[in-house]
């Protein structure tokens, strides 16, 4: 065999391996998927999310003041569970719209309900499906999650459809645990490190603009388009 065909061989098999390896890190880098939590049990959900303590840790309003909501703006709660958040963006936002999604039904008419009871009418509650948001084109000013990004699956093609519903200007904001074990929030394995929501969503189409660290438990962040 000659040297210069050896050299040939040798440059493809280097090359075979670089790529073998370059993939390899990558799926070590993307976290696997957490194992699916359901929140059907609706009255052990209430407990958790309504705890009249939680305003301790979750400062809403502060996390409100800081997302700089406007009167008329749009806020889609994917996520929304028992409407937390939810309904306090529809008094934010009193002459705008605050919509809380979230796949359990059950969550859903407990927001209806409470929307009906505080007499909200900017404050509507919808059925998603897991791997949809299922939102208009250009129709959100702000996409708002709260612990619940770790909890959806094929993220980058999920937030790249979300990023079509925003208007110009608009924002997505994620709230989550850090991975690490906390006195809230699920076990360190399921949650993400910021790093992580940061790469995958720069891979989806959006670029950070703040990054707020006064949460005790979670980061907050601020992206746009
Ligand atoms: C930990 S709870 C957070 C509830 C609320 N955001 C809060 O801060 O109180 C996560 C919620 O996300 C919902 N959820 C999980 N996967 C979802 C998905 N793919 N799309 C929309 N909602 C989802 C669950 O049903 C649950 O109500």
Request: aromatic content about 12%; overall charge neutral; hydrophobic content about 40%.
């Amino acid at each position: 065999m000659s040297v210069r065909l050896l050299k040939v061989m040798l440059t493809i098999a280097m090359f075979i391996a670089a790529v073998f390896i370059s993939g390899c890190a990558e799926k070590q880098e993307r976290p696997a998927p957490a194992p699916q939590v359901r929140f059907d049990d609706i009255q052990m959900w209430i407990n958790a999310f309504e705890d009249p303590d939680r305003h301790i840790w979750q400062k809403p309003e502060e996390v409100i003041k800081k997302m700089n909501v406007r009167l008329n703006d749009v806020i889609a709660d994917i996520g929304a569970g028992t409407g937390y958040f939810t309904r306090r963006f529809a008094f934010a936002a009193l002459t705008g719209k605050a919509v809380g999604l979230d796949i359990e039904p059950s969550m859903v008419r407990y927001m209806k309900e409470d929307a009906k009871k505080l007499g909200l009418k900017n404050y509507e509650a919808r059925v998603v499906k897991t791997d949809d948001s299922e939102l208009e084109n250009n129709t959100v000013d702000i996409v708002f999650l709260c612990d619940t990004y770790h909890h959806i699956d094929n993220r980058i093609i999920y937030f790249s459809k979300v990023k079509k519903s925003l208007k110009k200007g608009g924002r997505l904001v994620i709230i989550d645990f850090y991975k690490k074990k906390l006195p809230y929030g699920p076990p360190p394995d399921h949650k993400l490190a910021k790093e992580i929501v940061i790469s995958e969503l720069e891979e989806a189409g959006y670029q950070l603009l703040r990054s707020h660290d006064f949460l005790p438990y979670q980061y907050f962040l601020e992206f746009g388009v």
